[in-house]
C-alpha cells in the first residue's frame, strides 16, 4: 500500500514561479527515483524530470531545462518540483510517479498548474 500525493500547483502568471511537492507514504522501505510527468488537455503526457533517490541526479526534458529544478528530502520521502520563469505552455496536470524495486510504479493523482496573464 503506497499513496503518492502532489501539492502546490495553481495560478500564476508568466515568468513566475510555483513550487510542487509530492509526498510518499505507506509501504515504502526503498526509492530507486521519482519523476514528474505533465499533461496538458487534449495532449498525450509528457516526461518533465527525473531524479535518482540515492545520488540524486538528475534530467529533464528540453523543455523545462535551465527554468526548472527536481530535489528530494529523503528523511520525508517527498520530491519537489521548483519552477520559475513560468511559460503559457506549461500549463497542464502535474504528476508525480515514486520507482520503487522491483520496477514498481505509484502515480499521485496530479496537481493542476495554471500559467495564463
Known amino acids: 500500500q503506497v499513496q503518492v500525493v502532489e501539492s502546490g500547483g495553481g495560478l500564476e502568471q508568466p515568468g513566475g514561479s510555483l513550487r510542487l511537492s509530492c509526498a510518499a507514504s505507506g509501504s515504502i522501505f526503498n526509492i530507486y527515483a521519482a519523476n514528474w510527468y505533465r499533461q496538458a488537455p487534449g495532449k498525450e503526457r509528457e516526461f518533465v524530470a527525473t531524479?535518482?533517490?540515492?545520488?540524486?541526479?538528475?534530467y529533464y526534458a528540453d523543455s523545462v531545462k535551465g527554468r526548472f529544478t527536481i530535489s528530494r528530502d529523503s528523511a520525508k520521502s517527498t520530491v519537489y518540483l521548483q519552477m520559475f520563469s513560468l511559460e503559457p505552455e506549461d500549463t497542464a496536470v502535474y504528476y508525480c510517479r515514486i520507482v520503487l524495486p522491483g520496477a514498481r510504479f505509484y502515480w499521485g493523482q496530479g496537481t493542476q498548474v495554471t500559467v495564463s496573464s
Open positions: 531524479i535518482s533517490w540515492s545520488g540524486g541526479i538528475t
